[in-house]
């Protein structure tokens, strides 16, 4: 676009970065700032209007995470179904993302649009559909149940970016290789692995993050007996009962991985597997 | 003919190797279409299979419009579609104008530009609950703004569960407008400098340039974002549950009532159908669009 | 080393023929450059011959073997890609020991190997950067060494100088032609660019749309061009219709409008018979010499530095002329023109 929108010269190109910087701060850096001060509230001094600060500071909401069980057990619960997820949708994107990515197929809209749909259906019409079925098969309020149908949501995206990986390796390194003598073994070994191993990673990281906060699915298939933090943090924010000071808690330990998956899709992402990732219909 | 003669053998060889490749795309595509034909298909048609009274549970199974009528006749259920296509389109306006504006104004050169759009693309990672959270800290009653209005004297309004759903909006464009920003951003970046300098060259100030050139451009972008953004909050759940009003209440929020309170598959499932319906006409004709958007350009 | 043959190579993509009864020999250690603008099937017929792609129809034959159903990891050719195809993962010197890792040599041997393949492309002391650390002829130069240093039966070149600025490639294009006669390994090279094909080859064949029109020394298909498309491709030329007036032990003489050229008779010309001549401006001389010369007046003419280019008219029919040093002729002067000794006669198109 135009490099001198409205503005022109050193004056405006500063006028720009604090209006935009402003902006972040009332939007991002501000509410951010707040939710670690809930956390943070002293819970015998409370933080009342119209305090603009908390009176008192302590540590009381973290330590009450150990103390609470079903904060500790909802930890657990997310920590033991990610790694689950993650493994399931690896197995099941790696050999059909790299169809996707490097074979020539007939069938290529249908597949796509068939892989695009669990990302545009809203996530309540699919569980409506998985929880009914899910009760006949004995699955829900299971721990395997909530594993199945967080796959279904995750596993597109895997399989994109698995397949935007696979896509971007330049046909001719694969045939150069062939070309030096490599078989397809030390193909897949020395070449094709190293170069996707970034992208697959990536992939990794999103489908793991992705849940830890996947919530409706988990919502519907896995109330009441799987609680994962997204459903306590559901239940502290008004779904149950207000309790602002351990959502405060809940929040900041979902935000962490999400700052690390913002890092790494800065450093070692490329913009078309974000791109991949989150859709473009 | 010498090349008749040559080309019997490879006739013979062709489909044999063809029906091999096939074999093998079909084996590498088993385990992920196979995985959502099974958790993601098979679901999809019990919804709507029950929607019209087959394969109910507890119930005898008939095919019936029944829960369609049922539907239409329940002002709670009729007011949540309505009330859902309200915040589901004012959202995305809203987000549109948003990240046009934003995106647009990422194409210039600033000081700090590269934490910016570090920055613009948190929401994008920050689960939907935890933007409830942070958010309502700031718009609540109890919030900051209106503790910080309060010595003054000046009242702040009810945006938190407020009937016309103004805190729903204000979530779903926070953590909306990145992703349309990344979109359109990407489609922006993307137009030849020369295009935009030409017309520059051509007598057009700034803002012609965006009206004549960026935008019609960018459409594809702008229809895809705005498809997106729309599909995914008409059916939002989480942000509306806890922000929304006692009356009226998303489509979302009645349907897990009818799962979770009254084990009411067949009216959740009806209300499903229309939901997905919907969000499949939006598809349908988004590709037909951009399908003549491509033919006029070419 | 080894001799290549082609036979009928035919490869279809869709209902286009990029190849289309494709029949080249390649003796031992010959360097054949396979020339034509893009989209002629150049590039396709190299990737058969590597086995990147299965031919519809022919035979590939290294050393009197059918090799077109090996796969490609078992062809011994070896190529250097346009975009040189560098592993980015892999420095310099496991991008050249990589083909020898592939034949599971002994790591000293690899390493020697690659030693050497270092010094003759004289990059020594950049063996552990990786190819993004690396300028573009470096680059080009490690991609050379990767393909020789695995000792291939054939050695294959897919435009592998046109990344590189015109100076460059010049250097570059000497390297090459060194190197491959040092080594001695039959070489096919394929290139858009006239000039790389007439300095490098032994050989030249000429393709458009699928097929090979024409094959011959750099200095045949230059002044002695069989096919028109041919003459029109390596350069400038001049064409000129005349009627065959004279047939006498391979040569003939042509009526012109004119005057009388003699032509090389070698396509088996009739008396009588209406042809085209085809000659190269710098083989039309200014003033009078011995053979025909006509007058005419200078039309444009554009200095280029090593010549002058003037387009004469004479007779209602145009000509370009090359003159090297000389007078400048303004536009508008009367001159005197000597057309060549001989000319080709060309057919086709």
Redesign the interface.
């Known amino acids: 676009?135009?490099?001198?929108?409205?503005m022109r010269g050193a004056p405006g190109?500063?006028m720009?970065?604090l209006g935009?910087?402003t902006v972040?701060s009332v939007?991002?850096i501000?509410?951010?700032i707040?939710?670690v001060l809930?956390s943070l509230v002293d819970p015998d001094a409370g933080w009342?209007?119209?305090?603009?600060v908390p009176p008192s500071l302590s540590l009381a909401n973290w330590r009450a995470m150990l103390a609470v069980p079903e904060i500790g057990q909802a930890f657990a619960m997310s920590f033991l179904i990610a790694p689950i997820v993650t493994a399931l949708c690896a197995?099941?994107?790696l050999?059909?993302?790299?169809?996707?990515g490097r074979?020539q197929?007939?069938a290529r809209r249908t597949?796509e649009l068939?892989?695009l749909?669990?990302i545009?259906?809203?996530?309540?019409?699919?569980?409506?559909?998985?929880?009914?079925?899910f009760?006949r098969l004995g699955l829900s309020h299971t721990v395997a149940g909530v594993v199945?149908?967080q796959?279904?949501v995750l596993?597109?995206f895997m399989?994109r970016i698995v397949a935007a990986t696979f896509e971007g390796v330049p046909q001719d390194l694969i045939d150069a290789a062939r070309n030096l003598g490599a078989s397809p073994w030390p193909l897949a070994r020395d070449v094709l692995i190293p170069l996707v191993r970034p992208g697959l990673f990536a992939g990794g990281l999103f489908t793991f993050?992705g849940s830890l906060?996947e919530?409706?699915l988990t919502?519907?298939v896995g109330?009441p007996y799987v609680q994962t933090l997204?459903v306590l943090?559901?239940a502290y924010?008004?779904?149950r009962s207000s309790i602002?000071t351990y959502?405060?808690v809940v929040?900041m330990v979902?935000?962490v991985p999400?700052i690390i998956?913002?890092f790494v899709?800065?450093r070692t992402l490329k913009?078309e597997y974000?791109?991949a990732g989150?859709?473009?219909? | 003919m010498?090349?008749a003669a040559?080309?019997i053998p490879?006739v013979t060889r062709a489909p044999a190797r063809r029906r091999h490749e096939?074999l093998?795309?079909v084996?590498?595509?088993?385990?992920?279409?196979g995985?959502?034909?099974v958790?993601?298909?098979?679901?999809?048609v019990?919804?709507v299979l029950?929607s019209f009274g087959l394969l109910a549970?507890g119930e005898p199974s008939q095919f019936t419009f029944g829960l369609y009528r049922e539907v239409l006749a329940n002002k709670i259920d009729r007011d949540s579609i309505v009330f859902s296509l309200y915040f589901a389109l004012g959202t995305t306006v809203i987000s549109l104008i948003l990240s046009l504006m934003t995106s647009?104004?990422l194409?210039?050169?600033?000081?700090?530009?590269f934490i910016?759009s570090?920055?613009?693309?948190?929401?994008?990672?920050?689960?939907?609950?935890?933007a409830?959270?942070?958010?309502?800290?700031?718009i609540d009653q109890?919030g900051?703004i209106?503790?910080?209005l309060?010595?003054y004297g000046l009242g702040w309004p009810e945006l938190v569960h407020d009937r016309y759903g103004l805190g729903i909006i204000l979530v779903l464009v926070?953590h909306n407008v990145p992703?349309m920003t990344?979109?359109l951003s990407?489609v922006?970046?993307g137009?030849p400098h020369d295009i935009?300098?030409a017309a520059?060259n051509l007598g057009a100030s700034?803002?012609q340039?965006?009206r004549n050139v960026?935008v019609p451009l960018s459409l594809p972008g702008i229809s895809?974002a705005s498809?997106?953004v729309f599909?995914?909050v008409?059916?939002?759940?989480?942000i509306p549950?806890?922000l929304g009003a006692a009356y009226p209440t998303a489509i979302?929020v009645v349907?897990?009532r009818e799962?979770?309170d009254r084990a009411n598959?067949g009216l959740?499932?009806a209300l499903?159908t229309i939901?997905?319906a919907l969000?499949a006409v939006l598809?349908y004709v988004?590709y037909r669009l951009i399908r003549r958007q491509e033919a006029a350009l070419r | 080393m080894a001799r290549l043959e082609l036979r009928?190579i035919?490869k279809r993509f869709g209902r286009v023929a990029a190849a289309d009864?494709v029949s080249v020999e390649v003796a031992d250690g010959e360097f054949l450059t396979l020339l034509g603008p893009s989209g002629c099937g150049k590039t396709t017929t190299l990737r058969i011959i590597a086995g990147l792609v299965d031919p519809?129809?022919?035979e590939v034959l290294l050393d009197g073997v059918a090799v077109q159903h090996l796969p490609a990891h078992r062809r011994q050719t070896a190529m250097v890609f346009q975009s040189y195809a560098l592993f980015p993962h892999m420095t310099v010197s496991e991008n050249i020991g990589f083909g020898l890792r592939m034949r599971a040599l002994s790591a000293d041997l690899i390493r020697q190997r690659v030693g050497e393949a270092l010094a003759l492309v004289e990059l020594e002391g950049l063996s552990d950067r990786y190819p993004r650390q690396l300028s573009g002829g470096q680059q080009q130069r490690v991609a050379v060494a990767r393909a020789i240093v695995t000792r291939p039966k054939v050695l294959l070149f897919d435009e592998p100088l046109s990344n590189l600025d015109a100076k460059l490639r010049e250097r570059l294009r000497l390297e090459l032609r060194a190197l491959q006669q040092r080594l001695g390994v039959t070489t096919v090279y394929v290139t858009h660019d006239q000039a790389e094909a007439l300095a490098l080859s032994d050989r030249v064949a000429v393709m458009f749309g699928g097929k090979v029109v024409e094959i011959g020394t750099p200095r045949q298909v230059y002044r002695t061009p069989r096919a028109r498309v041919t003459a029109e491709f390596l350069g400038v030329t001049n064409f000129l219709d005349g009627q065959v007036a004279a047939v006498a032990d391979g040569h003939c003489i042509v009526q012109t409008p004119l005057g009388m050229v003699e032509a090389d008779a070698g396509l088996g010309v009739r008396m009588g018979e209406v042809v085209t001549l085809s000659f190269r401006p710098e083989d039309v001389r200014i003033g009078r010499y011995e053979g025909t010369a006509v007058t005419g007046r200078v039309l444009h003419a554009s200095y280029l530095g090593s010549v002058t280019d003037y387009v004469v008219e004479s007779g209602g029919i145009t000509l370009r002329v090359h003159e090297a040093g000389g007078a400048a002729r303004a536009p508008g002067e009367e001159i005197t023109i000597t057309l060549p000794a001989t000319a080709a006669i060309v057919r086709g198109g």
């Open positions: 676009m135009n490099r001198s929108w409205i190109r500063w720009l970065a935009f910087f972040a939007v991002l501000i509410p951010l707040v939710g809930w009342f209007p119209p305090a603009i197995a099941l994107a050999p059909t993302g790299y169809a996707l074979r197929l007939r597949i068939l892989v749909a669990p545009i259906l809203p996530g309540i019409v699919l569980a409506t559909g998985l929880g009914s079925m009760i199945l149908v796959t279904v596993l597109p399989i993050i906060e919530f409706v919502f519907i109330m997204p943090l559901w924010l008004g779904g602002f959502a405060a929040t979902l935000l999400t998956l913002m899709a800065e913009q974000l791109a989150f859709g473009k219909v | 010498a090349q040559a080309a490879q096939s093998v795309d084996l590498l595509l088993a385990p992920g279409l995985y959502l034909l958790f993601m298909c098979v679901p999809l019990q919804v029950r549970i647009a104004l194409q210039v050169r600033f000081p700090g530009r910016i570090v920055l613009y693309k948190i929401p994008l990672v920050v689960p939907s609950l935890v409830a959270f942070l958010v309502l800290t700031i109890g900051i209106a503790r910080a309060q010595p926070w992703i990344v979109i990407a922006m970046s137009i935009t300098n520059r700034p803002w340039v965006f960026t895809a498809l997106l599909i995914g008409f059916g939002a759940f989480s549950s806890l979302a349907m897990s799962v979770l598959w959740a499932s499903g939901v997905t969000s598809l988004y | 009928d035919t009864r519809d129809e022919g």
